[in-house]
């Protein structure tokens, strides 16, 4: 694996917020077409690290570099347009808009139409809509829930709600691919299913940042995982080594008594 | 497009057209105060659609919106009045105000829009009390606006030898100034409607509606929500601009006292009155809260006297107070507006469940 | 020199009816997020009454500062059954429409007690009569009156009494629990309407102590004095943060400082351009730019976006 491009390298990120050190100088590397774990206890930073990396935080300290080029911080919009797109580990849909609408606003960074664009209806405009919808209507049948999509997204199911949500953000066309917790909640079977999901989106080309509780996932499906504890990078590994680690162990578990 | 067209929808299109067409000449019996009546709930209507984009579309809370309304008119009022002595042509003035009014748009959206919802109420608010300030007092030392006074003798619009304020006879019919201005307003109404709703099922229209509903959302999949959110707030004061030249020229008169407070706060009440987001709720409420109170005028007495047998309360109060009972009580028994689009509908009939 | 001073005093005194009605405004915001449009003809509301009251007893010969005593009591009951049928009949139906539902019925309030206050006491100005005798005091080239003491003094005792109830008493615990977080606080046992109405009728007696205040320090008061009152107020809410209750007196008193140096420099700055009729635009200006670079108000908490 080691011999693959850099897609996005974090180095010496620091966060705080008063005198909680969220991220202390956090430096870890992902490969191109992997799928790379972010796991840690709660609290660890790992979403406060998810924030800064899509422009919502400004990191107090460090940076990111992102295909080659740095990251702007504070402005998450770029953060799509250059390529990363998020889920949220509390789901944030657009509740009164329906399932499909959903995945077509996600088409909003990679099309054009302005207000004059609307307003004529001109024929670039027309086709422009109209590939939006099937790109959107195609990502719901590759999610799996078409058969959802005039539905309104409050009304999904809640693992409905999860596969929209990665169809949005699939819908900016991303390199990578950042899914906070998206098995949270889930029953065993849902797992499994996002687990095969998972795996068909790195098989298409797009590597994955996952953080997760759910270790046997994690550990089933990443190429190499980073633990996070108070804040700061105890190991980056592949998973056969962390999970035998004690420094890990003994984050997990507290103090070994 | 033709199932659009089907023999029931262009009967109904061609009734409805034909009520747009008559209906000048119906009001006109009552008297042309009647006549204009009808053309302000159009103009509001215009208004109310107007803001109904920064407010109903994007979800930002404007109570400033009269001060493009002002820009608008005063434009008109200063580029063609004997007040500087010019007098351009309306297919020069009418964009320049536009232009205008989407420019002050922007300079007081820009710094602001990132502001929390009722931060951005308070700033448009005091936004909308500078500018009429300004036009109360920018007399002196130079005299630029005339004043608490206003500008007089403000031309009317006049499309080559048509001027839109004179009686005249076309194929042997008598059309008054008012019903002249109604078929211009309809037109520009119209067109307003038109743009609503094209904006509404776009990709500009969608990205509004994510940023109402999830703004670290609608961040997070790339929409630079300061921008999109700049754009409504500036189409919204172009309309206002237009709407406004359109008010100085039918007026023949502009001072201040049109743009206080309460003309942002109508318009607001009406877009909200009756139904945000929805097309024909928001014309529907500019045309009741216009209508409304005129009709007020009329009943106010004779009701009084036929309840008491004399005037007991002052009929401009008595009128204003009702106004405001309504507003309270329309509010009260249908809190998404009187004409809420099926979605809001729906939004509300499970928060009740 | 003098005029700087001079126009300190004025302004402070300004400032503390602002922050008067402010609290009324930043109260209700805190706890519930609604702008109560209306506070400000609560507040005209507040000085009519009085009005009536003290001419009434003043004719009956009683002495003026009694009269004025009864009179702010009058005024502050009315005042608070105001506030609390206000919340009672208009607001708390609305509770869980959407957020632009109350603005408007608050809208639809302040026109109704505004044509009520016409009708019943005319659309004329009226004189409030002086309720204690204005002596004139000097002091290093400024003057100033017993009535602007009396009005600083006064506003000072309530804000005091304010600030005593809200971080000394049970139901000023109740009211912060509630403005933090309502439903863990009524998950405690704290009645959130309980709470809700006390911030109304509080709210509403300081501002018919603050109505009071306008009455005798401008002498006259009429119908429409309450808008333009209550619109400053707010501004000066927001301005120290609303919500935030010492950042409404801040706001308040700023608010008032900026406009009387204002007003009283704004011919120099602009070179003779602009004269003093743009105080009032001086109140917004502010408040734009201090918003501009700090968007929650100069007190306020800075609310992060949280993901």
Known sequence: MSDLPVLLEARAVAKHFGGVKALRDVSLTIRQGEVYGLIGPNGAGKTTFFNCMTGLYVPDGGGFVFAGAPLVADAPHRAAERGIARTFQNIRLFGNMTALENVMVGRHVRTRAGVFGAILRNGATRDEEAAIRRRAEELLHYVGIDDRADDLAKNLSYGDQRRLEIARALATEPKLLCLDEPAAGMNGTETEELRVLIEGIRADGTTILLIEHDVKLVMGLCDRVAVLDYGALVIEDVPAVVQHDPRVIEAYIGVAA | MNKWLTPRSSLGLVLVAAALIALPFIAGMGGQAWVRILNFAILYAFLALGLNIVVGFAGLLDLGYIAFYAVGAYTWALLASPHFGLHLPFWAILPIGAVLACAAGALLGAPTLKLRGDYLAIVTLGFGEIVRIFMNNLNAPVNITNGAQGITLIDPVIIGQFKFSATSTIFGITVSGPQKYYYLLVLLALGVILVNYRLQHSRIGRAWQAIREDEIAAKAIGINTRNVKLLAFAMGASFGGIAGGIFAAMQGFVSPESFSLIESIMILAMVVLGGMGHIPGVILGAVLLTILPEALRYAVVPVQKALFGEVLADPESLRMLVFGLALVLVMRFRPAGLWPSPERRRELAEKVR | ?307
């Open chain 3, 1 to 307: 020199m003098d005029i700087l001073l001079q126009q300190i005093i004025n302004g402070l005194v300004q400032g503390s009816i602002y922050a008067m009605v402010a609290l009324g405004y930043t109260m209700v915001y805190g706890i519930m997020g609604l702008i109560n449009f209306a506070h400000g003809e609560v507040v005209m509301i507040g000085t009519l009454v009085a009005i009536s009251i003290v001419t009434l007893l003043v004719q009956s010969g009683m002495p003026p500062a009694l009269a004025g005593a009864f009179g702010v009591a009058g005024a502050a009951l009315v005042c608070m059954a105001l506030g609390w049928s206000l919340e009672r009949v208009a607001y708390r139906p609305l509770r869980q429409a959407q957020r632009l539902a109350p603005l408007i019925t608050a809208i639809g309030c302040s026109i109704v007690l505004q044509n009520l206050a016409m009708m019943i006491w005319g659309r004329n100005y009226m004189t409030f009569p002086p309720l204690i005798e204005k002596t004139q005091f000097e002091f290093a080239g400024a003057s100033f009156t017993s009535v602007q003491v009396m009005i600083v003094t006064v506003a000072a005792l309530s804000m005091s009494g304010l600030l005593f109830l809200v971080y000394r008493t049970k139901l000023g615990m109740a009211m912060r629990a509630t403005a933090q977080n309502p439903a863990v606080a009524g998950l405690m046992g704290v009645n959130a309407n309980r709470v809700i109405s006390s911030a109304f009728v509080v709210g509403s007696a300081l501002g018919a102590v603050a109505g009071v205040m306008v009455g005798t320090y401008y002498e006259i008061a009429h119908y429409q004095m309450g808008f333009m009152l209550g619109l400053k107020a707010f501004t000066a809410a927001v301005l120290g943060g609303i919500g935030n209750l010492a950042g409404a007196m801040a706001g308040g008193v700023l608010l008032g400082l900026i406009e009387a140096l204002g007003a009283g420099y704004i011919g120099d700055l602009t070179g003779g351009f602009l004269g003093s009729h743009y105080q009032d635009i001086f109140a917004f200006a502010v408040l734009i730019i201090v918003l501009m670079f700090r968007p929650s108000g100069l007190f306020g908490e800075k609310t992060g976006d949280r993901a």
